[in-house]
């Protein structure tokens, strides 16, 4: 098993810019979300989905779309990025929401 | 007020050091969760928590529902132990802001 997948590992986006964040899990989870990470912040979490078909908002959720169309697969969008979203996006999945969390290696945007 | 609080922020110990992090939350909760995040970024579960304490290897956790608090404790501390340590609840949603440590040979 691969587990959880995040594609690009790196990014640099001008301001205004649009991208998708990647993210595939392999263990057949029904939970999956994502975080970001600042410095002083902490983890906060972004958007979840209970399933195919079904997302949330979590903490922080202004400025990302997110779908869930398959169970693997769960992509973050940045419709118009801005400085503020320089961070670094984790993403993680889990068979439940209770249930123990398995997270991407992460994905570190810079945007200028 | 945070809803979840660690202590302490930094920590330096010695290898073979018995370490103890603290955290204490303030709402209630099912469950709480143990992450650990290594220098290089990684973020790995330790610990999923509902009552009583959990051990594997050298780590133990522990939780008192009551007085909302729960404890990571690592025996015989090791260089390799240096991270972050984080506690979550509300199913991994709301965040400590994690402890530093660093274990010194």
């Known amino acids: 098993n691969a587990g959880v997948t995040q594609t690009p590992k790196f990014q640099v986006l001008k301001t205004g810019q649009s991208m998708t964040l990647q993210c595939a899990q392999d263990?057949?989870?029904?939970?999956m979300s994502w975080y970001r990470q600042d410095p002083g912040m902490g983890l906060r979490l972004i958007h979840y989905?209970?399933?195919?078909?079904?997302?949330d908002q979590g903490e922080v959720p202004n400025g990302y779309n997110v779908s869930r169309s398959t169970t693997e697969d769960f992509p973050l969008r940045l419709l118009s990025a801005a400085p503020s979203q320089t961070s670094v996006y984790f993403c993680?999945?889990?068979?439940?929401?209770?249930?123990?969390?398995?997270f991407g290696p992460g994905t570190r945007l810079t945007v200028l | 007020k945070n809803e979840v609080e660690q202590s302490p922020q930094n920590l330096t110990a010695q290898e073979g050091e018995f370490i103890t992090i603290n955290c204490s939350y303030s709402?209630?909760?099912?469950?709480l969760h143990w992450l650990q995040q290594h220098p290089g970024g990684g973020i790995v579960s330790l610990f999923m928590l509902s009552s009583g304490k959990k051990k594997h290897g050298r780590l133990i956790a522990t939780i008192n529902i009551q007085e909302k608090h729960s404890s990571l404790h690592i025996t015989a501390s090791h260089p390799r132990d240096s991270a972050v340590y984080i506690c979550?609840?509300?199913?991994?949603?709301?965040f400590g802001a994690g402890t530093i440590l660093r274990v010194k040979s």
């Open positions: 709402v209630g909760i099912s469950a």
């Open positions: 989905s209970v399933g195919a078909g079904i997302t």
């Open positions: 979550a609840v509300r199913s991994i949603r709301v």
């Open positions: 263990m057949n989870h029904e939970y």
């Open positions: 993680a999945s889990s068979y439940s929401m209770t249930d123990t969390q398995y």
